[in-house]
């Protein structure tokens, strides 16, 4: 059965600071990986995903998400951070032929402060 | 365009009694997905309709149903509620490929009393 698994529940940092958000997913099967974002409230919005192709994949907002197959991750980055990033972060994991589920980790709350 | 839209956004019940969520999807979109979002075990998915036929199912009980109008809009009820069903509910529109990507509505806010 698939599962993702984010390691941080919580993640400080100080404004443009790098951070790294880190997702690990099983599966037995093709995965496809994606990172959605979830601002204080507000909906989940996409942020990036990873269907095929090149495995470094990038939001319009400065985020980056690399597919490693061998270590099953797709660790979220962002080389500097905005107060405005502060967001619950959500990697899931889609196994494709069964529909559209998603497959969702716990979330990772990113607090960016001044 | 507008967005997946939820309703109600509030709703408080009481132990035993059914409920009824509602969503609209973005215009276009045939398929609509269900999640459940919790502090304890975080956003869970529910079930999906496409083209009003379930297309696939997660790991909840069968108080928990769902279906899909000719229009796409989507209701999902539960039945015989109880305290652990108070939840965020969302539901999620796609154009209905796996690769397409889901929009989510703000949820439906259910307390359980």
């Known amino acids: 059965a698939q599962s993702v698994t984010q390691l941080d529940s919580q993640v400080p940092v100080f404004e443009e600071a790098p951070v790294e958000l880190r997702c690990n997913y099983s599966?037995?099967?093709?995965?496809?990986l994606f990172w959605y974002v979830q601002y204080p409230n507000q909906g989940l919005q996409l942020l990036l995903k990873?269907?095929?192709?090149?495995?470094l994949v990038k939001s319009i907002n400065g985020f980056e998400a690399e597919f490693n197959k061998s270590q099953t991750s797709f660790h979220l980055r962002k080389p500097s951070v905005h107060i405005s990033d502060t967001a619950e972060y959500f990697c899931?994991?889609?196994?494709?032929?069964?529909?559209?589920?998603?497959?969702f980790g716990k979330g990772t709350t990113l607090s960016v402060s001044s | 365009k507008a967005g997946v839209t939820q309703t109600p956004r509030y709703l408080i019940k009481t132990r035993g009694q059914q409920v009824t969520l509602s969503c609209s999807p973005i215009s276009g979109h045939r398929s609509v997905s269900w999640y459940q979002q919790t502090p304890g075990q975080g956003l869970q998915f529910l079930f999906e309709y496409f083209s009003e036929t379930q297309r696939n199912k997660g790991n909840f009980p069968g108080r928990f149903s769902g279906r899909q109008f000719s229009n796409s809009r989507s209701e999902m009820n539960v039945s015989t509620l109880e305290l652990g069903d108070s939840a965020l509910y969302l539901c999620a529109s796609s154009v209905g490929s796996w690769t397409d990507t889901q929009y989510f509505g703000p949820g439906t806010r259910l307390t359980v009393l």
């Open positions: 990873y269907l095929s192709g090149s495995t």
């Open positions: 899931a994991v889609s196994e494709g032929q069964a529909g559209t589920a998603l497959i």
């Open positions: 599966s037995s099967v093709s995965v496809y």
